[in-house]
């Protein structure tokens, strides 16, 4: 679905009519998301969200298995068997990432040897892209992009895609969250997660399985002290931040979940607000860019109304 092709329909759903001037200014964000109709979100599936609980507060993420499904079960198993509980954040380079995992598996000291994987895999085949399929979503941006012949949004997540060879595959934008691997191509298997929190590095990018985003609590990720070891690690473990624990929400009875959703990226609504954040309507911006990369795309969150 192209978002040129929905322009109409967005105008006459989301636009109020009235006797207006013939340049009347373009909905802002927030007037459309204020407009937005409840099918036009979508609940957060509980199997594929994690509670990562910090001292500073709770960071979701959101998994993507239609990008990702061998990771994502890895994880869910994981996460099951509570493999993060006590563990850390490892590091946090300035502009880049913030990346969490066992201090014993990058230590590899003899005393104190890796948590057990338990039932979950050590290595597992590169997600790095997967074919094009026509059940597969994908609302279109109309810029253009330097790293994709295409790219827009599948189900909430920002992807690129290369009609040509048939692959599509999701992008680094900020708050994307990644399995951490060695050299070899399979040595990522979930265990070690890095979130971006920095200007989007884009040549990674096929390069690494990214599983999902952060949809709540990113400040929590962002904030935190940079390392000041080589690539943001901590050289005293000291200053490592505790992850207290990893949940399913699917594991929590549902009182005690977050009731999230999140905006659909197939609505005449999202559409609606990507044109807002092309050209800009707020009395501050004099300049119309026209123009929206891919990571500069808000992907809006809401605690589901009356809960």
Not at 58 to 68: F, H
Not at 158 to 186: E, F, I, S
Not at 226 to 252: C, D
Request: hydrophobic letters at 40%; glycine letters at 8%; one cysteine or more.
């Amino acid at each position: 679905m192209k978002i040129h092709s929905m322009l109409v329909a967005v105008a006459a759903t989301v636009l109020v009519t009235a006797a207006v001037p013939s340049r009347a200014a373009a909905p802002t964000m927030d007037q459309i998301l204020k407009a937005s109709k409840p099918s036009d979100w979508r609940p957060l599936n509980p199997n594929d969200t994690l509670y990562m609980d910090l001292p500073q507060g709770r960071v979701v993420i959101e998994l993507d298995p239609a990008y990702a499904p061998l990771h994502a079960q890895n994880i869910r198993t994981l996460a099951r068997q509570h493999y993060w509980d006590g563990l850390a954040i490892l590091r946090v380079q300035d502009g880049f990432v913030t990346q969490w995992g066992d201090p014993a598996a990058e230590a590899a000291h003899p005393r104190h040897p890796p948590r057990s994987l338990g039932k979950a895999k050590a290595t597992l085949p590169p997600e790095f892209e997967r074919d094009i399929t026509p059940d597969l979503p994908f609302t279109e941006l109309p810029d253009g992009d330097v790293y994709a012949p295409e790219v827009g949004f599948s189900d909430g997540f920002p992807v690129a895609r290369d009609p040509k060879t048939g692959k599509t595959w999701l992008v680094h934008c900020y708050g994307m969250v990644g399995a951490g691997r060695d050299n070899a191509p399979d040595s990522g298997p979930g265990t070690e997660l890095y979130a971006v929190i920095g200007q989007a590095p884009r040549q990674l990018d096929r390069n690494i399985a990214l599983v999902g985003r952060v949809v709540w609590g990113m400040q929590y990720l962002s904030d935190l002290p940079r390392g000041n070891g080589p690539m943001g690690f901590y050289k005293n473990p000291a200053h490592q931040t505790k992850i207290l624990r990893v949940r399913l929400a699917s594991e929590l009875p549902p009182s005690q979940r977050m009731h999230l959703e999140a905006l659909r990226t197939d609505t005449p609504t999202f559409t609606a607000l990507v044109e807002s954040r092309r050209n800009r309507s707020d009395a501050w911006y004099l300049y119309k860019v026209g123009k929206i990369d891919v990571c500069n795309v808000p992907l809006p969150i809401r605690v589901i109304p009356g809960k």
